[in-house]
């Protein structure tokens, strides 16, 4: 046998082996990486963020996934809150602040509410404005809701929304309005 073709030989059966591992490697990791499904996943593995608001990630397998800031864009002609923004993380004692139109009021107050992920509410309070209301400029408001998050459990127990509504004592539906956000709980057990 010729050495020349033994090493050759040799040489393309070692090549084969690492294509091989190589193949299989790839194909193992593709299948162990895990996809992105929502706009935190997409950030969390690490992919770029656009600073556009909403915030907007494109994952490496080039899904694109919008950060969810509820309806603050729909309802920012009417009413703009200041704290919390949206997907912030809250805690007892929460400090409500923005402004709303005049026409948002009813005696200078509207009401709010923090719901769970499931939508049970866990606090209700009332904004007050701070100032003149009988206005159809924006006039700013506070409030302060206190709350308890050791009761709630399930996997999204973490995560809820913040709703303000547009005070309607005519009870119409075609009076209501309200604007509503994504917060997210520092839990305690």
């Known amino acids: 046998m010729n050495p020349r073709t033994s090493f050759i030989g040799k040489t393309t059966g070692i090549l084969a082996i690492l294509l091989l591992i ?5 194909f193992t990791n593709q299948k162990n990486t895990p996809e992105a499904i929502t706009f935190e996943d997409c ?9 556009s608001y909403p915030r907007q990630c494109i994952s490496k397998e080039g899904k694109h996934f919008t950060e969810d800031i509820g309806n603050t864009l729909e ?3 009417f009413i703009r809150l200041s704290n ?26 509207f009401p709010i509410f923090l719901t769970d992920w499931d939508g049970k ?7 007050t404005a701070d100032g003149d209301w009988m206005t159809s400029d924006f006039v700013p408001f506070k409030a302060v809701l206190t709350f308890d998050t050791s009761l709630i459990s399930g996997q999204y127990s973490d995560r809820g929304s913040l709703i303000l509504k547009k005070d309607n004592p005519s009870g119409l539906p075609a009076n209501d309005d309200a604007l509503e956000i ?8």
């Open 84 to 109: 919390p923004l949206p997907n912030a993380v809250i805690s007892s004692p929460l400090n409500i602040t923005g402004s709303a139109r005049g026409n948002w009021y009813f005696e200078a107050s």
């Open 22 to 26: 190589v193949a299989i490697y790839l």
């Open 182 to 189: 994504p917060v997210k709980f520092i839990i305690k057990k």
């Open 75 to 77: 309802k920012e002609n």
């Open 43 to 51: 950030v969390s593995f690490g992919n770029p963020v656009m600073e």
């Open 121 to 127: 509410i866990i606090a209700r309070g009332i904004a």
